[in-house]
């Protein structure tokens, strides 16, 4: 044996080297109540965050996580400046700019909210809406029925859930779109109990998932995180964490959601 080799295979037997080095992922997005955010001493927390940190461990990888608003995380996975954009809803303009994972990681209920006392009200047919004034959060994916019935409403957006919630309840809006895992909790953090209630029929249910840069350079790692996330949905995995944390994942009773929170 040649000395390089002898040598090499020493390295190898002691576990001193190895060919494959992990590699460090960096996940971005915006506060995402109970999906993705920080806890009171800034650490990250949700079910993004389990899930990611058991791929990313199976993977041989570490994963950091990031913190932005809405659209700069968008534009930087876009850009490929990060790994791994967490929890868009998919949608065929993102389909454009996002290599999404096949299978989703949760599921949100998109809602109406209203004033509590004289307030707009809604049967789930767009057209009624005509002259009411809507505010979505800008860089949000709706659905295809809400994109369809855009032109019919006097559409404004806000850059938060929050400031949405404000200009309702100060009647400068008459209803807000948004999805109820993230704005109930604000509600009562702004204790808006009283003052707005959420309206039924749902506008729609979408799920959210976890998507890589649509260039070459990350295509394997998606291929790769892709195969091991179907194989936590397929051993249940998926669905133990979503319990833990108190988000909806897409199996089991997730389909009767929606209308069981509308009787």
């Known amino acids: 044996m040649r ?35 920080q806890d009171a001493a800034g650490r ?22 990031q913190f932005y608003p809405w659209p700069r995380a968008q534009a930087m996975v876009e850009r490929g400046q990060a790994d791994i954009l967490v929890g868009p809803y998919r949608s065929a303009e993102r389909l454009k700019r996002f290599d999404f ?11 109406f909210y209203a004033r509590s006392k004289g307030g707009a009200t809604w049967q789930g047919d767009f057209r009624s809406l005509a002259g009411k004034r809507v505010v979505a959060v800008r860089g949000w ?9 855009r032109p019919l409403l006097d559409l404004g957006e806000v850059s938060q859930v929050d ?3 404000r200009m309702l309840a100060l009647g400068r809006v008459d209803l807000f ?9 604000l509600v009562k953090e702004l204790r808006l109990d ?6 039924c029929p749902d506008i729609g249910r979408i799920d959210g998932y976890l998507a890589f840069p649509r260039t070459p350079k990350f295509a394997a790692a998606r291929q790769q995180y892709n195969l091991l996330f ?8 998926l669905q133990k964490l979503g319990a833990k944390n108190g988000v909806q994942v897409p199996a089991g009773e997730a389909a009767s959601m929606s209308n069981a929170a509308c009787k």
Request: glycine share 8%; no cysteine; hydrophobic share 50%.
């Open 3 to 37: 000395v390089t080799n002898w040598f090499l295979a020493v390295l190898l037997s002691a576990g001193v080297w190895s060919p494959a080095v992990a590699i460090e992922r960096v996940a971005v997005g915006a506060s995402f109540h109970l999906v993705y955010e």
């Open 163 to 165: 400031n949405g919630l």
């Open 177 to 185: 779109a948004s999805n109820q895992r993230n704005t109930d909790a």
């Open 141 to 149: 994916h709706y659905g295809d029925s809400f994109d369809v019935a």
């Open 194 to 199: 009283g003052t707005i209630t959420v309206l």
């Open 44 to 65: 990250p927390t949700g079910l993004a965050v389990d899930v990611l940190r058991a791929l990313a461990a199976r993977a041989g990888d570490t994963v950091r996580f």
């Open 101 to 111: 994972l096949d299978q989703p990681f949760y599921r949100d209920r998109l809602v």
């Open 230 to 237: 179907g194989q936590m949905v397929r051993a249940g995995e």
